[in-house]
């Protein structure tokens, strides 16, 4: 262990969407953070929800007007934010004799339209499907509404990043292994996972953003059942062939009321979920279970000409949502709005229950809010009209050598990424266009910083398989705290549909020489 204790304003316990949301705007309000996850970045609920930022027109069934309000505000806030990772996407609801009412779908997409109205997304209409319709014959009439499609995962690491660049510690592969209440601080002991270092923290707070694990953190901790315990619920996709070959996603109505979602994913793939069922597993191993693919084979089948069987699955994954336990609700119907839980102590902790991604930055304006007395001093919110690294394309191309300086306030982004594709091609016109797209989707205006002064094919460096290159693998241990092949393959990019198990392999070894000779480096 590590001798003189490092002290912070605040420690966030929990790396995923809200957990970093609540560093980042706590450091930029000027406090001193500390963020720290078990694992990666995203490696847990908020790497496996189903990618959309959205105010959940389905919650309107269940009265819950005031969430979807406040989500349909974020959905705008949010994609102006980082245009590159988060962007508007048709949904298609076809109409079967076995859906909702064609008034009652009016009625809600009426309230969809106008509970926050929107100065990027589209209304609502009715709409036909004809012959060319991926859509099974019989389906002819159906609505449009407009929503986003997010990379989930990069959503947290460039709030981590935000959080990072206001001067917070962000620290992952790292636990929570004692939590203790001293003189008007928490005395908390963290366990680095590779070289087993314990360190010693002294927080003014601690923020328990723990996700699935809140509760059973707070119960390890402190070595009693906490008071308020969560409704875990389990949500599997599965990723076919591309479904359809038009940029709209559908929302399909099944039969037990459920409403499930067929994705463009990537360029190739069709993203189709969710399930919906009570957990009570092991966290850390949450898998698809075959009846799960079944029933969204089955969804899928009912409304599209192109049939699934099992072996079209080319890939699955399962999240756990931790929600707020309310007794005697069927999993469904159970709210997705979140809770902060204060514990019984003199210094502050603070519990997050429940939450959703699209409103992971109101949940840390509400967090800070709760904090105030303890920070009397701090900034006031700062978030809203922040730009997130990468997606600060409300600025002006030119100048010496084509850097981006801040000027303009741009509202068409993809006419601003198109330029700034623009500028990088002619700075690079030997980079190929596929991969000069990738970056731009994932780093957005950080693609300048990646690509450095680069000035040939060979400055990319190793190839690693894919479209992959050393430098890449580089910026990302350096920038993005990526320490394995899964970090950078699944979280930062999605690659690993394109890698098998040779490349991973490769790219293992070079992590391993990248970060050894870091460390040698550091020593």
């Known amino acids: 262990m590590t001798d003189s204790p490092v002290v912070t304003d605040l420690l966030v316990i929990g790396g995923g969407i809200n957990g970093a949301g609540v560093a980042a705007d706590a450091a930029g309000r000027g406090l001193s953070v500390m963020l720290i996850e078990k694992g990666d970045l995203a490696s847990g609920t908020s790497s496996w929800s189903t990618k959309l ?25 949010l ?47 009715a709409i036909r499907f004809g012959n060319d319709s991926p859509l099974n014959g019989g389906i002819t009439k ?12 990069r959503l947290v690491v460039l709030n ?11 620290r992952t592969y790292t636990e929570c292994v004692a939590l203790e209440e001293g003189k008007g601080h928490w005395i908390v002991t963290l366990r680095e996972a590779s070289s087993g270092i314990e360190q010693v923290v002294h927080a003014k707070a601690v923020v328990n953003a723990a996700g699935p694990w809140v509760a059973r953190l707070l119960e390890k901790l402190f070595a009693k059942k906490p008071p308020l315990d969560t409704r875990l619920v389990k949500g599997s996709h599965i990723v076919v062939p591309r479904l359809h070959c038009g940029d709209q996603a559908f929302m399909l109505q099944h039969t037990d009321g459920r409403v499930i979602f067929v ?6 793939y069709s993203l189709i979920g ?20 079944a029933y969204l084979i089955e969804v899928a089948n009912g409304y599209f000409k192109r049939q699934l069987s099992r072996d079209d699955v080319i890939s699955t994954y399962s999240g756990v949502r931790p929600l707020i336990d309310e007794e005697g609700k069927d999993a469904t119907k159970v709210s997705r709005d979140y809770h902060l839980e204060p514990h019984k102590s003199a210094v502050p902790l603070l519990s ?97 910083t990646l690509l450095g002064d680069a000035s040939s094919a060979s400055d990319l460096g190793m190839h690693l ?59």
């Open 160 to 170: 981590a990043q935000q959080a990072a660049e206001h001067g917070a510690d962000v």
């Open 142 to 153: 159906g609505f449009e509404y407009w929503d986003a499609q997010v990379d989930d995962s």
């Open 79 to 125: 994609t102006k934010a980082a245009p590159h990772i988060i962007r508007p996407l048709a949904f298609n609801i076809p109409q079967l004799p076995i859906s909702r009412p064609a008034w009652m779908l009016r009625a809600g997409l009426f309230l969809y339209d106008f509970l926050a109205k929107s100065a990027i997304f589209k209304h609502s209409r």
């Open 263 to 268: 994705i463009p994913y990537l360029d190739d």
């Open 352 to 448: 997050i229950y429940g939450g959703k991604v699209t409103t992971y930055r109101t949940l840390a304006e509400d967090v800070m809010k709760a904090l105030a007395p303890t920070f009397p001093k701090m900034g006031a919110p700062w978030t809203k009209q922040a730009p997130l690294p990468g997606g600060n394309y409300s600025a002006q191309f030119g100048g010496k050598n084509g850097e981006l300086q801040s000027g303009r306030d741009a509202k068409a982004s993809a006419e601003d990424e198109a330029t700034l594709s623009a500028l990088l091609s002619a700075q690079a016109p030997w980079l190929q266009v596929s991969l000069l797209k990738r970056w731009l989707q994932t780093y957005g205006t950080e693609t300048q």
């Open 274 to 293: 969710t399930t919906e069922a009570e957990f009570d597993g092991v966290l850390e191993t949450v898998h698809i279970d075959e009846d799960e693919i």
């Open 465 to 523: 398989g894919a479209d992959l290159y050393s430098r890449e693998v580089d910026y990302l241990i350096a920038h993005e705290w990526a320490r394995n092949p899964d970090d950078i393959l699944w979280r930062r990019t999605k690659l690993g549909y394109l890698f098998d198990e040779r490349g991973k392999a490769v790219l293992a070894d070079y992590i391993t020489t990248v970060r050894a000779a870091a460390a040698k480096g550091a020593g």
């Open 53 to 77: 930022i959205h105010g959940g027109l389905r919650y309107l069934e269940f009265y819950e007007f005031g969430l979807v309000r406040k989500a349909l505000l974020e959905r705008d806030v």
